[in-house]
């Protein structure tokens, strides 16, 4: 048989006990100090057993009376259990009838939540789980909340309002009526299930009725994952015609979700699908789509896959896959505007002597000109590196050796044109420096590569290929540094680098050291391809100058520098700067001051005083704006597959309309075409309870499998928008 219930009073006997360390207070004002926080658990800990020790409790009064049968608290009544407090102008109990009257202005509240009842006079049974509040207001997560002539507690666990509005708007004497509101018959709290649940529902923006459900179920600000609708979005685009895009998010447990976008549009049926798990060790995010469309015949689909994952001995694995149906989905939905395809998996891991980084890449070319050479180019590229640094007890400086490996596949079959080639390699270095003199900087660099090539199909060169290629090199500069009268610091340093470097054994075709970048990283270093297949041969030299200044209101530096070669340079491109026996002039400079503007810009310039390569961007930050311009120029080089030069120009910008309004801007145009290549233009508004946002933009590429398209997106989203950490909050006030 199972015990029967304690009675009320004779269960605040029982707690009473716990309740000794009270001393000051009256034991009958005890009893009624337990009345109030049993009132605390049935509103704020609902389902909590009755019979439940309670933690100590604290009450207290302006003033205590007793005449047998009532017991009254009045005048800043205030009741302490734990975390929650209960405060209110009058506590009475009658023990005879055991009816619990407070009068308000009653505030409950609890410091390990964000939940908050206010009401002006609460009537409750004996056991506490049902009563009734009056004028009562809930807050819920200081987002949510929900006001009502009458709040009922039912079971100690549903709150239900009658008659009552709901909204995460913030009101104000300016502007008393919320931007929106759901007005309801009923609204129920679930406080297990932490849902609403609404009845007869009237939705209205700005006081106007727009729209009425019977019923609706949405989760309170608490519940952080739910099922149910996110914010649609209207769309118009010149290929795929005006839809609309409906996202609803499934929680599949704990630590996985799912969120289906049905996008329903003229010309235009697609499903949209966005999966992710979180892992002990990782998470993995899967976005894809399915469309039928009036561009293509049968489906069309892509899918991304992207996860990380911690796998044991300081060890990381990184998955980035992608795949599409044909090379204009990707572009045609606004998903992704790049040339290549490319899926990645990656191993890696990171110490403070020891470093390993392999990589496995699969390429696919979006470029509708190399669809009658995609066989030709490689799709399949593994690259593998580990270093390790010794200190060698005895030896000065520091000793590290290398293993490295890369491999590149191509689908042709055809001689030279399909051919394929594996690599191992292996490689040790000593570095060492010292500063003498007048605090002059000394570092040499001594290392020698074996690497060994497995080649087929590429009759030019042999099947098994032997190198080895030794290397030194020697960099002094002298640092000369001085602070200045407003106590900025200024360093210039000029530099030297004399280098030496050779190669035995037979040639390679050169498949990762294509693209060389020379910039002021590389300017002294014999290290200036990124890859194995070709390095530097003979004797060279650099000089450079660099000037540096680091200030409380400006920081700034410029970097000079060119290099000289004794022996051919036939390895490089004529777009790198390094083709000639003299290198082209490099030159770099960057800004920062504090009144916001950022200027960053590098620049090759030949012996004849012509620039060969020029990149630049320029921004300006204020509170209110942003604004960024950037310049990128590059002559045309078929060695690096560039038949025409690039030659364009971009501009970005963010504003500040009004204290919720802001506005974006983007624009690009390509001087060689004499076009546009890209214009965007956006507006939104953003409180704590409403986000509206409006875009335009245009894409001018055409292409034989792309058309200039231009996109119109339009949505609406009521919530809770609460402001990033750091940021001020933005309220319906300033609407």
């Given amino acids: 048989m199972t015990a029967a219930a304690p009675s009320f009073l004779s269960r605040l006997h029982t707690r009473s ?60 009544v205030e009741v302490v259990q734990g975390a929650t407090r209960l405060t209110a102008s009058r506590i ?80 104000c004497a300016e502007r008393p009526v919320p931007v929106w509101e759901i007005r309801a018959k009923e609204i129920v709290h679930d406080s297990e299930a932490r849902q609403l649940y609404f009845t007869n529902a009237q939705f209205r923006i700005l006081d106007v009725p727009v729209a009425w459900l019977p019923h609706l179920r949405v989760p309170d600000p608490t519940l952080k994952r739910a099922n149910g609708f996110l914010i649609p979005e209207f ?176 689908d042709s079959e055809e001689d030279i044109e399909g051919y394929d080639v594996v690599r191992l390699g292996v490689e040790t270095r000593w570095r060492g420096g010292m500063v003498f003199g007048p605090g002059l900087k000394l570092d040499s660099t001594v290392a020698v590569f074996a690497d060994g090539y497995i080649q087929q199909q590429n009759s030019a060169y042999e099947d098994q290929i032997g190198r080895l290629t030794g290397e030194a090199e020697t960099r002094l500069s002298w640092p000369l540094l001085r602070q200045t009268s407003t106590g900025a610091s200024q360093l210039l340093e000029p530099m030297l680098q004399l280098g030496w470097s050779d190669t035995r054994g037979g040639s390679v075709p050169n498949t ?74 490099l030159l770099a400079a960057a800004v920062q001051l504090d009144t916001g503007l950022a200027f960053h810009a590098r620049a090759l310039i030949d012996a004849s005083a012509e620039v060969t390569k020029w990149e630049t961007r320029l921004d300006y930050m204020r509170p209110r704006y942003s604004i960024g311009t950037s310049y990128a120029y590059l002559i045309a080089d078929p060695a690096e597959d560039r038949e025409r030069p690039i030659n364009e120009f971009g501009f970005d910008g963010d504003l500040r309309l009004a204290r919720n309004w802001s506005a974006t801007l983007q624009y690009l145009y390509d001087f060689s075409e004499n076009e546009e290549t890209r214009a965007g233009f956006g507006v939104k508004y953003q409180n704590e309870c409403t986000r509206i946002s409006f875009g335009l933009s245009r894409r001018y590429w055409d292409t034989e ?24 909050r933005t309220g319906t006030c300033a609407f």
């Fill in 17 to 76: 006990r716990y309740l000794a360390g009270v001393s000051c207070l009256p034991r009958r004002l005890t009893l009624a100090a337990t009345v109030a926080v049993s009132l605390l658990v049935a509103l704020s800990q609902p389902g909590v057993a009755q019979d439940r020790p309670a933690p100590p409790t604290a009450l207290l009064a302006d003033g205590v009376t007793f005449d047998g049968e009532v017991l009254i608290a009045t005048g800043h």
């Fill in 92 to 171: 009475s109990y009658d023990q005879s009838t055991g009816a619990l009257s407070i009068d308000g202005p009653i505030r409950l509240t609890q410091s390990d939540t964000d939940a908050v009842v206010l009401a002006s006079e609460a009537e409750l049974d004996t056991e506490l789980r049902n009563g009734i509040l009056t004028s009562a207001r809930l807050v819920i997560d200081r987002q949510m909340q929900l006001a009502s002539a009458r709040l009922d507690v039912v079971d100690g666990r549903y709150l239900r309002l009658q008659k009552s509005v709901a909204s995460t708007c913030e009101v």
């Fill in 235 to 410: 769309r118009t685009d010149s290929t795929l015609g005006s839809g609309i895009v409906v996202p609803y998010f499934i929680t599949l447990g704990e630590h996985r979700d799912l969120t289906v976008s049905p996008y329903l549009a003229t010309n235009t049926r697609t499903l949209n699908l966005r999966y992710r798990q979180a892992f002990a060790n990782g998470d993995l995010e899967l976005n894809g789509a399915v469309s039928s469309d009036e561009t293509r015949d049968g489906l069309r689909a892509y899918l991304f896959a992207e996860g990380q994952w911690e796998i044991g001995q300081g060890l990381n694995l990184g998955l980035d896959l992608r795949a599409a149906s044909d090379i204009a989905y990707l572009a045609d939905y606004g998903i992704d505007d790049g040339d290549y395809l490319t899926s990645k998996a990656t191993l890696s891991r990171f110490a403070a002597w020891e470093a390993l980084d392999a990589q496995l890449t699969y390429s696919r070319s979006l470029r509708a000109s190399d669809a009658v050479i995609e066989d030709m180019l490689p799709f399949l590229v593994g690259e593998f590196s580990y270093q390790r640094a010794l200190e060698v007890p005895g030896l000065p400086g520091q000793l590290s050796f290398g293993l490295s490996a890369s491999t590149s596949y191509r």
């Fill in 512 to 585: 990762d050291s294509r693209f060389v970048e020379f910039d002021e990283g590389n300017l002294l270093t014999l290290a200036r391809f990124p890859g194995a297949d070709r390095r530097e041969t003979g004797l060279t030299a650099a000089a450079g100058l660099k000037f540096s200044h680091f200030g409380s209101r400006a920081e700034y530096g410029l970097t000079l520098g060119r290099v000289l070669h004794l022996d051919e340079t036939e390895a490089y491109s004529d777009s790198s700067g390094l083709s000639t026996s003299q290198s082209d002039w």
């Fill in 705 to 728: 499998s792309l058309d200039p398209t231009t996109r119109v997106s339009f949505s609406v989203g009521f919530g809770a928008f609460g402001a990033n950490s750091g940021e001020k």
